[in-house]
């Protein structure tokens, strides 16, 4: 099989020289510290068996965030993992183990259809999980259906392999040609009769199926064939689709489908194998390794400084699985400024493009920048991702890196007087990018007609309290950007550091004996400005100054 | 430029009082926008003048009229001198006094149900006067100024301008004292004494203090607007005035960017001008009997609201913040009517028909053509006194004075924000005037200290003049009048009831809806807490108690 | 919207101090109350009760016995409030009003038959019947003119000792003035904000500190009303102590402290007594069922909820409270949409001269009620059975020139929730 050897041949040279490129590139650009154990090898040990048994084996980290996940994940896991050992395997493997292995035979058959009935289940609530959840939708790319898709294809094929097999009169005579010896003239059509009646071949003739033609058949069968083929049924999954496939069964026996679709079948797990190394397609290397020296833990640890290589295990360790943006404490800025780099599966690819010196644009940057800066640092992804990943070790590590490359404009305006800031925003253009919670409100002037002048929103303003000098440092109090508004004076309002500091509790408006909405309206410049600032400051014919 | 006080030149002595007696060569009796702009036109040509006024400048109808420079449409079908005068004297004051103005065009509408035949004439009418009128597109007319009616069937654009009156006169007359002219305020004239056909001397009276004073001039200009019919009789001339009160009402948002008109026959609530930061509905037309009699009333406001509404809807429910009216003079010149058949254009009237030679009256006209008023009269002064300089007021420009700064809409939030003394703070909320402002409109005015300063105050800037309509400041600013001296005794009080009082002339016929909300806080404020309105001189019981 | 299903005897409408009074009466006999209210007189009320001052108006007549007034009053205009009631329901009523809010730490104090004089921050005396104790001094000052410093803050508007000082001075010449720095306050001060500070003891020492050198002959310290938000006493007692001066307050202007410190009395007191209080919420709709109840829309956007009562009480306060709705043309009512008794037309609403002694008729007009306190319809029935109306929102009353605002306020509130037991 010059064919399959070659193939093979390819398809571990990728994987095996991918996977060591991978494998060097863990040492990234760190300025990490020295990393040091804590505890001793012997608790290590246990530990990392422990990691091993619950984490890569149980899969328990999946099945704190989704069951949905945790069961398709096992599926897929344990089917695949069953079918590269005992099938894909089966000469080194099984055959080891079990001198008298025949793939015909049960277990093997059964186990075969077992694992591959398991894995496409799997596979299907995987591509359901993905489908249902819009925001997961969003954040599904390409290699992420590669990787389902791959996998389905040799699944698919193999049990189409298997099921034109089963139908094959070709394949029924290679094995009758070398391994069936006729004592008298009618011995073959009765086997013929036998196993198309049991074992589902199909031949071109109507071959009969009386009782005598039949018994004749099963003690020929019991003869020259059991030892190495167990009844088909057992193939759970195969028999019904060669079954299903009846229509169409001469069409596929005449054109050999069995070869069509062995040749298919391998060349998808050439494919899968050479692919490994490639994105999320190496967890199954990475993702281990990443568990068991994570041992457990959940959390980012003071006295546990991952090294360089860890790190980069961590950033490798990832299977897009998308648990982390799904839960993320700052989703929703997401949704209002449409920056995938907020959520950290994005953030995570372009961490590893930034670590690994990729050449990434200005505006990939800057994105990843603005998603560096506002990840509160909840531990949220950290504490609930599965393949225990250290994100927040990656980007507390990363910020300081990334801002210095791609610096905040808040930091260069936060240097400016009122004054200038005023003017900065007054020469940016009138953006729409964000949407304000509520919109429209500062430049409505009905928002303003009922005010009555009692400054009373500024007299329970808790910010206001608690400045010694609240006109020097808030710029404007609360009333006064009222009264600034009401006289269509709103852009010498949006450099105040009032509407900067507001928390929005909203006792202003709540207090508020005309019901004037001064705490939403405060919000909305805040966004207003917001929304300026972050279009790149493109200046209008302003007569400002520029940032 | 501080306004200079009297030139004492000698006192003459009559009986038992000494009376101060003031000389110059021009006086002129009233310091509206035609008195201020003789003055200035008289300096210019070198005439020394002394310019006495009743209360304060603009306190006739220049305090009170639309604040508008026609372009002149508005006369093409009744009056074409009065419409090709606008044209020019508008162009003229655009290029020297721009910064009393905005240039900011206007429309003239016709709405469904108007008449038809004006509006086809109209075009035609505008053509003969050469005042520039394009005609536009309805949809067009609704994006330049989106509140317009939908039931619009006519509009056109004109080049009208709003005018800030206030700066006006307040330029013109610091040009004139910097020019080495003089004036007096709170002069009252009282009589004339009268000789050899001419009069010798002016008697005035303080209205405030109760002293007296005399002018002796070698010429005097009648410029008290509507009064002065009453004035001439002082001398035993006869002029017959009719006096015609036009009532305005102030919106608190500015509405429209342009000025617009109603395209028919000149009529009531024809005009919505902006000023500033406000827009100012109006007008009508009423026949008093005294031209101290003149005050917005509810009628009037309700007349203008519900005519006005059919080109501008939203001025049924918008917010106003105050009415205010002014008196015209309208000069009858053979039979009595209706006072818009009166010609609006203005009469120079040299007394010598009277037998009294040295005394000229002017009065009649609109603030547009005020400059050519007083350049006829400076003409007919100069005739009489033999001065040959010509007048150079077509050209030369009026420069913009520290005086009339504070009227001007949004400059005192805007300086607040831009340019701020850190120890200072905000005593009129509603215009956010602050407190060095005001202290330095008082530095400004030597002569007021203790007479009327809150009003004088309100007069030089917007205090006052916003929403709260002087309820909340009006209060604020009298403690700082006490705080630095400038008010002793019970005087503060009285001055804050006068301003109240004053204010709510203006206030009273618009209280509906929100302004109804404000004027019951204000008398809750004021009579309710503060006990204002009774009579503190009266107790009759003492305020002992026993513990 | 969410329901609430709770079926209440009576909803208050309002949470000014009629409200205020008519939930805190109706507690007391037991019912289960709902109320409802927006910010609107009370906080910016001076925190005097008014009983009856001014009669009559236009001749601007102030009396020293309110009980004296108040008989007057009712002889000259029949249709006023107050003669629905008897003089013992008003006092009762003022008592029993006072005694829970000293309960809840705000003592008021004053004289059975006697108006008591204060000095107001414009520098006028006015005449009311019950004060805060913590400006009780001020008012035994003013009568023994006794020497007394006012302190002023730098940076705090509309309180000027300067003013104060200069208008009384033909009367209390040995009254002073002194401004200081607020401790750790610079530019402008809020009355709130002072208050909240002035809570803590070292603050109060350090103002001590900065006063003391200026106060060696007065036997008085006047201080603008930020004495403490919410224990005011305590604050004026310990500054009395560090002094050995006598302390008070006077009230600022708006925004003043004294609204505030009253409406945090009934936030903390009237849920206590089992009220259910829907705070900064006003009643949008009210429709009547079947079985006469009231089922009353309250609140806007997500915060809508719906409250029914088997009984209302609306105290809804006039057009400042927006008990009372000007449209150019005429006043309305906009919860129950009764009929408001009013001047002819809007021409007729105010004088020319804001402060004529007359006052303006506009002021006058409002919701007509039976004797029971019930509104009446066009008809002059009661236009519900179950509804009753007290405070500001009454006709045929002019509670800012009269000064009997909060008087009968709480009177009518009284009165009503009697009518509404029987």
């Known amino acids: 099989m010059i064919f399959f050897d070659i193939g093979l041949t390819l398809a571990l040279s990728i994987c095996v020289i991918g996977i060591v490129y991978r494998v060097a590139r863990w040492s990234g650009k760190w300025t990490s510290r020295t990393p040091h154990l804590s505890s001793g090898f012997f608790l290590w040990i246990v530990r990392a068996v422990k990691a091993v048994i619950l984490d890569v084996l149980f899969l328990a980290r999946s099945g704190r965030t989704s069951f949905l996940r945790w069961l398709a994940h096992s599926l897929v896991f344990f089917g695949f993992m069953g079918l590269l050992l005992f099938h894909a395997m089966d000469e080194t493997v099984t055959a080891t183990f079990f001198p008298f292995y025949e793939s015909t035979l049960d277990p093997w058959q059964f186990l075969r259809n077992l694992f591959g009935a398991m894995t496409l289940v799997g596979l299907a609530l995987m591509v359901y999980r993905r489908v249902r959840s819009t925001k997961l939708r969003l954040l599904t790319h390409f290699q992420d259906w590669a990787a389902l898709l791959i996998i389905g294809c040799i699944l698919l094929s193999g049990f189409l392999l298997e099921a034109s097999k089963i139908m094959s009169p070709a394949v029924f005579d290679r094995m009758t040609d070398e391994y069936f010896v006729p004592g008298e003239v009618g011995d073959l059509t009765a086997l013929k009769a036998y196993w198309a009646h049991e074992y589902g071949v199909v031949f071109s003739v109507e071959y009969p199926r009386d009782e005598e033609t039949l018994e004749l058949g099963a003690s020929l069968d019991e003869d020259s064939c059991v030892d190495c083929h167990a009844s088909t049924a057992t193939a759970f999954v195969s028999r019904p689709l060669a079954t299903a496939l009846g229509p169409v069964a001469f069409a596929l026996n005449t054109s050999r489908a069995d070869q069509v679709f062995w040749y298919f079948h391998v060349i998808f797990c050439f494919i899968a194998l050479a692919a490994l190394p490639f994105g999320k397609f190496f967890h199954p290397v990475s993702t281990p390794i990443n568990l068991v020296a994570r041992q457990g833990r959940r959390d980012d640890l003071e006295e546990f400084q991952p090294s360089d290589v860890l790190r980069g295990v961590g950033m490798d360790a990832c299977t897009r699985c998308g648990e982390c943006s799904l839960h993320c404490s700052v989703a929703p800025a997401f949704t209002v400024l449409g920056n995938q780099n907020i959520l950290p599966s994005e953030k995570l690819v372009s961490l590893k493009q930034f670590q690994t010196g990729e050449q990434m644009s200005q505006a990939s940057l800057t994105a990843f920048s603005e998603g560096s800066r506002i990840c509160t640092e909840c531990l949220r992804c950290t504490d609930l991702c599965p393949s225990g990943i250290n994100l927040q070790d990656l980007w507390i590590a990363s910020k300081a890196q990334i801002t210095k490359r791609a610096p905040s404009p808040n930091d260069l305006l936060r240097k400016k007087t009122a004054a200038q800031r005023a003017r900065v925003f007054d020469d940016l253009c009138k953006s729409s990018s964000i949407l304000p919670a509520v919109a429209g409100l500062a430049d409505d002037s009905a928002s303003y007609w009922a005010c009555v002048q009692c400054t009373t929103c500024t007299s329970v303003c808790p910010v206001v309290a608690v400045c010694e000098d609240p006109s020097r440092d808030l710029d404007l109090l609360p009333q006064q950007i009222m009264n600034l508004l009401r006289m269509g004076l709103k852009e010498e309002t949006l450099g105040a550091r009032m509407v900067w500091s507001c928390t929005t509790c909203y006792k202003c408006q709540e207090h508020c004996p005309q019901n004037i909405r001064v705490a939403d309206v405060l919000y909305e410049l805040r966004n207003t400005v917001a929304a300026r600032v972050r279009d790149g400051g493109a200046s209008c014919e302003g007569n400002g100054e520029s940032l | 430029m501080n306004e200079s006080f009297f030139v004492v030149c000698c006192n003459r002595s009559e009986g038992a009082v000494k009376v101060k007696t003031l000389q110059t060569r021009v006086l002129i009796v009233g310091g509206g926008a035609t008195g201020t702009g003789l003055a200035r036109d008289l300096a210019l040509r070198g005439v020394p003048c002394l310019l006495a006024e009743r209360r304060d400048i603009n306190a006739g109808a220049s305090g009170g009229n639309h604040g508008l420079l026609h372009s002149g449409a508005r006369y093409v079908a009744s009056d074409m001198e009065a419409a090709v005068e606008c044209r020019e004297e508008g162009a003229i004051l655009k290029a020297v006094a721009p910064q009393c103005i905005e240039d900011t065009g206007g429309l003239f509408v016709a709405v469904q149900g108007d008449d038809e035949q004006y509006v086809a004439d109209f075009e035609g009418m505008c053509k003969k006067s050469r005042i520039p009128a394009r005609q536009l597109d309805l949809g067009e007319a609704r994006e330049l100024e989106p509140l317009l009616s939908d039931k619009l069937i006519s509009a056109y654009a004109v080049e009208d301008a709003a005018i800030d009156p206030f700066m006006l006169s307040l330029d013109n007359m610091a040009h004139a004292l910097a020019l080495g002219a003089q004036s007096i305020r709170n002069a009252k004239v009282i009589g004339f004494s009268m000789g050899n056909g001419r009069i010798q001397r002016a008697l005035f009276l303080d209205e405030t203090s109760g002293e007296s004073f005399e002018v002796e001039a070698e010429i005097v200009v009648n410029a008290t607007g509507a009064w002065a019919g009453i004035v001439a009789a002082l001398a035993g001339a006869d002029i017959h005035i009719l006096y015609s009160s036009g009532s305005l009402l102030v919106t608190q948002d500015r509405l429209t960017k342009r000025v617009v008109n109603r395209l028919r026959k000149a009529s009531d609530s024809d005009i919505l001008v902006p000023g500033g930061t406000v827009s100012v509905l109006g007008t009508t037309s009423v026949t008093i009997d005294s031209p101290d009699d003149c005050r917005p009333t509810v009628a009037e406001t309700d007349r203008i609201i519900e005519d006005a509404q059919a080109m501008i809807p939203i001025l049924a429910t918008t917010r106003y913040i105050r009415a205010y009216a002014g008196v015209r003079p309208l000069v009858l010149l053979g039979e009595s009517g209706d006072a818009r058949s009166v010609s609006r254009g203005f009469s120079l009237i040299d007394h010598a028909r009277d037998n009294v030679d040295n005394f000229i009256t002017i009065t009649g006209g609109k603030l547009t053509t005020f400059r050519l008023m007083a350049e006829k009269t400076a003409d007919m002064v100069c005739n009489k006194l033999g001065v040959t300089a010509p007048c150079v007021t077509r050209t030369e420009p009026l420069p913009a004075s520290t005086m009339g700064r504070w009227t001007e809409p949004g400059l005192a939030p805007k300086s607040w924000v831009r340019n701020r003394d850190e120890a200072d703070l905000i005593l009129c909320e509603c215009e956010m005037v602050s407190r060095n402002s005001i202290d330095s409109i008082i530095e400004n005015m030597p002569g007021m200290r203790g007479n009327s300063m809150l009003k004088a105050i309100g007069l030089r800037s917007r205090v006052g003049k916003g929403p709260c309509q002087g309820g909340f400041c009006g209060l604020r600013i009298t403690g700082h009048l006490y705080d630095q001296g400038h008010v002793s005794d019970e005087q503060g009080l009285t001055e804050l009831k006068t301003f109240v009082g004053r204010r709510w002339r203006g206030f009273s016929p618009v209280l509906w809806g929100l302004p109804m909300v404000q004027a019951d806080l204000q008398e809750a404020l004021y009579c309710g807490a503060l006990d204002m309105e009774l009579d503190h001189n009266t107790d009759d019981f003492t305020c002992e108690d026993d513990e | ?422």
């Open chain 3, 1 to 422: 919207m969410t329901r609430n299903d709770d079926i209440y005897d009576v909803m208050v409408i309002g949470a000014g101090f009629a409200g205020m009074a008519a939930a805190l009466f109706a507690s007391a006999q037991g019912l289960k109350v709902v109320q409802t209210g927006a910010t609107g007189g009370i906080d910016f009320s001076t925190g005097f009760i008014d009983l009856m001052g001014v009669h009559p108006i236009a001749e601007g007549k102030r009396w020293q016995n309110p009980w004296l007034a108040i008989e007057a009053v009712i002889r000259d205009c029949p249709k006023h409030p107050y003669g629905l009631l008897s003089k013992d329901e008003i006092f009762e009523s003022v008592d029993t009003f006072t005694r829970f809010l000293a309960e809840q730490g705000l003592e008021y104090v004053g004289h059975f038959a006697r108006n008591t004089c204060s000095v107001t921050p414009a520098g006028t005396i006015k005449r009311t019947y019950r004060v805060p104790k913590t400006a009780w001094n001020g008012s035994l000052a003013l009568g023994k003119k006794a020497p007394t410093l006012i302190v002023d803050f730098h940076g705090l508007k509309g309180f000027s000792g300067t003013q104060l000082v200069e208008t009384q001075k033909h009367h209390w010449p040995e009254l002073k003035t002194v401004r200081i720095q607020f401790p750790g306050g610079h530019g402008e001060l809020y009355p709130e904000h002072m208050a909240w500070a002035l809570a803590d003891p070292t603050v109060q020492e350090k103002m001590i500190a900065a006063i003391m050198p200026h106060a060696v002959d007065v036997e008085y310290l006047g201080f603008p009303a930020v004495l403490g938000l919410n224990d005011p006493q305590k604050v004026v007692d310990h500054l009395a102590e560090l002094s050995g001066k006598h302390v008070f307050e006077i009230p600022t202007m708006p925004p003043s402290i004294a609204g505030p410190r009253l409406r945090a009395v009934f936030d903390r007191g009237l849920p206590s007594l089992g009220v259910c209080t829907h705070s900064q919420k006003m009643v949008t709709d009210v429709q009547v069922l079947d079985s006469g109840m009231f089922e009353f829309s309250v609140g806007t956007g997500a915060a809508k909820l719906s409250v029914t009562a088997k009984k209302a009480i609306l105290a809804t306060g006039r057009f400042f409270g927006k008990g009372l709705q000007a449209e150019r043309k005429k006043l309305v009512e906009p919860v129950f949409d009764l009929p408001v008794v009013q001047p002819e037309a809007r021409e007729q609403w105010h004088g020319q001269e804001f402060f004529a002694p007359q006052g303006h008729p506009v002021n006058s007009a409002g919701i007509e009620v039976d004797e029971r306190l019930r509104p009446m319809d066009a008809s002059g029935r009661p236009a519900y059975d179950n509804l009753y109306a007290a405070g500001a929102i009454l006709a045929h009353h002019d509670w800012m020139r009269m000064k009997c605002g909060a008087g009968l306020a709480i009177a009518t509130a009284y009165k009503a929730v009697k009518e509404l037991m029987r």
